[in-house]
């Protein structure tokens, strides 16, 4: 079995990481650079940066954050999201030392970028994030949303990571709009349906608020990474506290 991954999430609007609940309402949670350097010596498998303001405010993602906190954080891999539109944005993040960048209202709006990033950089180096929420009217019961889920795009979410498969990402980072920050859990629900159409790895996002919660990301949301933002930013709880956990429940971590 490949070990499951933790990664916390770094949540970006000007300058600072911050944290909220079903995409609104945002706390501060300190500076990142601080973060990465935290979660550096905390275990953390990889660490993943959104720029949530990005796409709303009509700019690429700032790439001084990006290398500040991949400088920060050595040899731990970082994802970048967040204003990636097109090849040179994906070029400038690697170069700042980025590992993988990971696009949605992008994607979205233009399907093919994701087929030509993974044909020049390679599947495992992107990233399709879908944010999504629940929906009566789709097949899958959840609809893919945009611009930090300010758009409904009457696109079913399963089907849409189905076709972002074929187009050749190495990952797919479901978010459930309707657990973000509740601590309530996983949207199971939403998580395994895309995983269980997939063979691509899934992470699993939104909602993480107790030990259990990963627990079950893995079990019943059939996730093969598990991301985290506010337990992490909060110091609910360490990730090594989720890795033992997870380890005396059978799951295989990096301890």
């Known amino acids: 079995m490949e070990h499951v991954t933790i990664i916390p999430c770094l949540d970006m609007k000007d300058g600072r990481v911050v944290k ?3 995409f609104v309402d945002l706390r501060d949670a300190g500076d990142p650079v601080d973060n990465a350097a ?3 010596e905390a275990g953390a498998d990889e660490v993943a940066m959104l720029d949530i303001a990005a796409t709303v405010e009509g700019r690429t993602t700032r790439v001084q954050w990006a290398r500040d906190v991949a400088a920060a954080l050595g040899d731990v891999p970082l994802t970048v999201g967040g204003g990636v539109n097109g090849l040179a944005d994906i070029d400038a993040l ?3 030392g ?7 209202s992008a994607a979205v709006a233009r399907p093919e970028l994701v087929a030509e990033a993974a044909e020049r950089y390679g599947s495992d180096r992107i990233v399709v994030a879908i944010d999504g929420r629940r929906s009566g009217e789709l097949p899958s019961g959840f609809e893919v949303v945009v611009s930090g889920g300010r758009k409904g795009t009457g696109i079913d979410c399963v089907e849409w990571a189905v076709r972002c498969e074929a187009l050749g990402a190495g990952t ?3 978010t459930s709009m309707d657990g973000d920050g509740t601590l309530s859990g996983y949207d199971l629900d939403f998580t395994r349906a895309i995983a269980d159409a997939v063979e691509l790895p899934v992470i699993a996002s939104g909602g993480a608020g107790e030990l259990e919660h990963f627990y079950e990301g893995v079990t019943r949301g059939h996730a ?3 991301l985290a933002a506010s337990v992490f930013h909060f110091r609910t ?3 090594a506290q989720v890795k033992e956990y997870l380890a005396g429940r059978g799951i295989v971590v990096r301890l």
Do not use: D, Q
């Open 38 to 40: 935290y979660y550096r």
């Open 224 to 226: 093969s990474a598990l």
């Open 237 to 239: 709880f360490t990730i």
């Open 20 to 22: 909220g609940v079903n």
């Open 172 to 174: 797919l980072l479901p």
């Open 94 to 96: 690697l170069e700042a």
């Open 98 to 104: 980025v590992a993988k960048v990971s696009m949605n």
